[in-house]
């Protein structure tokens, strides 16, 4: 049979379209773990007590969870770069091809608990991480196991999970399904119901909190958390379902 050259040409150009569409869309080279900082300049998410953004906060502990997991040789993607912008539907859509989607957050109270602390508007309620699934998300059970995983290296490094989403108030009534590891059902999460991979969001610190934000921007702080995820990440590939 004699293929001529035009034909070659198509081949090849077959060829590279499908490779490049599989790299957008994540199928055969991405990293097993998907990070996605919260929020972003456009949407900032809450302030903390000091008056500090909370994307801002998420964008560092992201940085600094990237480089802890690189230097071990723990490969991960991120969602969006420091000051980008991207919807949260989108988010989850990048999960695609990903075995393990951890979106990072920082936390607040219902504004009814907020006073002035230093002119500014701070609250002594709440402290401690928490830690969100969706049963609407496609691999419920496993987003489950893999925040009782990270739940429980969080309290083996001395964290204390916070039960103030579980309070019977407008905004919160979470319902509860680990009070010890501080794990909590919230199935209109939108990064965490339209991912198609396993979903978990973490609430690292309440930064309403005055003591609570000192330590959120502590490195020791963001370094344990980093060390968590590393382990829960470890713990993933292993058992990957
Ligand atoms: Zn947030």
């Not at 998410?45 to 230097?71: A, H, K, M, W």
């Not at 002594?124 to 995983?149: C, I």
């Amino acid at each position: 049979m004699r293929v001529s050259v035009d034909n070659m040409v198509f081949c090849l150009r077959f060829v590279f379209f499908c490779l490049f569409f599989s790299v957008l869309s994540c199928e055969a080279f991405c990293a097993d773990l998907l990070l996605d900082p919260g929020h972003s300049p456009k949407k900032p998410g809450t302030t903390s007590c000091s008056g500090i953004p909370e994307y801002q906060f998420n964008d560092q502990l992201v940085q600094t969870i990237v480089r802890f997991l690189g230097e071990r040789h723990l490969g991960c993607d991120v969602t969006r770069r420091p000051q980008e912008d991207l919807g949260l539907k989108e988010r989850g859509a990048k999960a695609r091809g990903h075995k393990w989607f951890l979106s990072i957050h920082h936390d607040a109270v219902q504004p009814v608990y907020l006073e002035r602390i230093n002119g500014q508007l701070c609250s002594r309620k709440a402290r401690g991480y928490s830690l969100f699934v969706s049963q609407k998300n496609p691999h419920f059970e496993t987003s489950l196991l893999y925040a009782r995983v990270l739940g429980e290296l969080l309290i083996s490094m001395g964290f204390q999970p916070s039960t103030h989403h579980g309070e019977a108030i407008q905004g919160e009534n979470r319902p509860l399904l680990d009070a010890r590891l501080g794990i909590y059902q919230y199935d209109n999460l939108v990064v965490l119901k339209t991912s198609e991979a396993p979903a978990v969001l973490l609430e690292a610190a309440v930064i309403v909190h005055p003591d609570e934000e000192r330590l959120a921007r502590h490195p020791g702080f963001q370094k344990a958390i980093a060390e968590a995820v590393a382990q829960t990440l470890r713990f993933v590939q292993n058992h990957s379902f």
